[in-house]
């Protein structure tokens, strides 16, 4: 390893609130639009999870041992307000307190997102992101917050747009489980921009002391083989995923390339986008305020021209070779046979995070700042046999990915590129809320049937690039 960090780089590890607290049914939580889902599905529980509730002191003591010097966290919006609205819960209230403090006591700034894929069931059940009400709703929640939690100076509306939308409306493997609902798809989309957009301008209106931002996972598309029917394919599916989020987020509008291209995705499915009068004003007031741009990366995809219906599959049991994604009006994924891909068939491709990073820079110069606010490798791991407290696991293939990655941000950087910290996903091992509790990511293995904490070898490694950072 050649690579030290900068002064005053955020060295940070991931967390959300319903992957790692369990403790879903304490302390007058509410159900969030997973529980009965999961429930139902019977394939796995976010029941303990990582115990998160009860253990955060041990997983913040190991994220000081281990050279971290940020969290990120989310607040469980069902915590606070069992409905979404109405009054709160003083129970939850004070446990993220709790928890805020534990982070400022032992040195970790602790980063926080207003919401990361928990919409309350009740919402969800009135049509979640689709329904403007639920705008107003997060608006008040997101006041709530601020007016509370002073001591968080560092936040994130929204979780990755794309996912909520794509995810509950294309792929189908979040409820509800539409598949290629390109309207709803689209609209959420939207409706989710406004929401953050509304809470942004509600947070520099009101003075708070702090930052805000959001959160995109982009995900370069590349042509392949390279041809000009590929090449537009790859243009239309980095439309839908990536630069109808990015335009309206830092330039507040949607500017005509991006809209030519999810018009012809929209004609292709019969499909439409509504915005209401106004809508626009919101969205430009707040493309100037963000204080920052938490950007998820994980792997690029290639694409290739497709004429024929939608229909896709989802590997959500790490099966190599079982994903597949052809989209009417817009491309199917193909693979690269250049590029490995991990146990899930996401391609790992650190130059991917290089070109994304440039890319935004050149193309949205609103953006103040930038934080890789997740990257990581999914994994099956195990326990060694003859297992001892202080056993360390060996996770050699994560170990290198991170390395990789911070290569290509560092190289970024070093060409201009305002990026200045990084956050592995994740803390620790976690619930995945497609995959359970096989893929594993965390720098600290959890033994879900015990809840005791193993250090990882990419926790050492971790910490001793961490000790390069001058003081
Ligand atoms: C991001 C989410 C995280 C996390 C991660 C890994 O999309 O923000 O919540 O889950 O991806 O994804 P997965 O758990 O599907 O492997």
Redesign the pocket.
């Known amino acids: 390893r050649v690579q030290s960090l900068p002064k005053g780089f955020i060295w940070g590890g ?1 967390t ?1 609130a319903y ?1 790692v607290e369990g403790a879903t049914k304490v302390d007058g939580k509410g159900k969030t639009m997973w529980d009965d889902y999961l429930q139902a599905q019977g394939r796995f529980s976010p029941d303990p999870a990582s115990d998160f509730y009860h253990r955060y002191p041990e997983d913040i003591a190991l994220s000081k041992k281990y050279g971290l010097n940020a969290i990120r966290l989310s607040i469980a919006w069902t915590r606070i307000f069992p409905k979404g609205y109405g009054e709160p819960v003083q129970a939850g209230v004070d446990y993220y307190h709790r928890l805020f403090k534990e982070c400022l006591d032992n040195g970790i700034t602790p980063y926080v997102s207003l919401h ?2 928990d919409s309350p069931k009740t919402l969800f059940d009135d049509g979640d992101w689709l329904n403007r009400k639920n705008i107003d709703y997060f608006v008040d929640y997101a006041k709530f917050c601020f007016d509370e939690f002073k001591e968080v100076k560092n936040w994130f509306t929204i ?2 747009l794309i ?1 909520l939308a794509f995810s509950q409306y294309i792929q189908g493997n979040f409820p509800p489980n539409h598949h290629f609902d390109v309207t709803s798809a689209i609209q959420a989309q939207h409706n989710e921009l406004l929401a953050h957009a509304r809470v942004v301008n509600l947070f520099k209106d009101g003075g708070y002391d702090g930052r805000i931002g959001l ?1 995109h ?1 982009l995900q370069p598309v590349y042509p392949y083989p390279v041809t000009p029917e590929n090449q537009h394919a790859a243009d239309l599916d980095d439309a839908f995923m990536n630069a109808f989020l990015l335009d309206g987020t830092f330039k507040g509008e949607y500017t005509p390339k991006t809209m030519k291209l999810i018009n012809e995705i929209l004609d292709a499915n019969d499909a439409h986008l509504d915005i209401q009068l106004g809508d626009m004003d919101i969205l430009k007031k707040a493309s100037t305020r963000n204080d920052f741009f938490g950007l ?1 990366y ?1 792997q690029p995809s290639f694409f290739a021209a497709y004429d024929g219906d939608s229909t896709n599959t989802f590997n959500g049991t790490g099966t190599k070779g079982t994903t597949s994604f052809k989209f009417k009006g817009v491309g199917q994924a193909v693979k690269n046979p250049d590029i490995p891909t991990t146990d ?1 068939d ?1 391609n790992i491709d650190p130059e991917g995070l290089y070109d994304i990073l440039k890319r935004v820079s050149i193309e949205y110069p609103n953006i103040k700042e930038i934080f890789i606010t ?1 990257n ?1 490798l ?1 994994m099956k791991e195990d326990l060694p046999e003859g297992v001892t407290d202080d056993t360390i696991i060996d996770d050699p293939k994560r170990i290198d990915f991170v390395d990789q990655h911070v290569a290509a941000l560092l190289k970024a950087r070093s060409e201009g590129v305002n990026v200045n910290g990084y956050f592995i ?2 803390l620790q091992d ?1 619930f ?4 359970g509790y096989n ?1 594993r ?1 965390g720098l600290f293995f959890v033994d879900f049937t015990n809840q005791k904490r193993y250090v990882k070898k990419s926790a050492l490694w971790y910490k001793e690039l961490a000790d390069t950072m001058p003081k």
């Open positions: 991931a959300a992957q990361h894929f979780n990755e996912s959160i996972v998820n994980y899930w996401w997740e990581g999914g996903w994740s976690q995945s809320w497609a995959n893929k990511y």
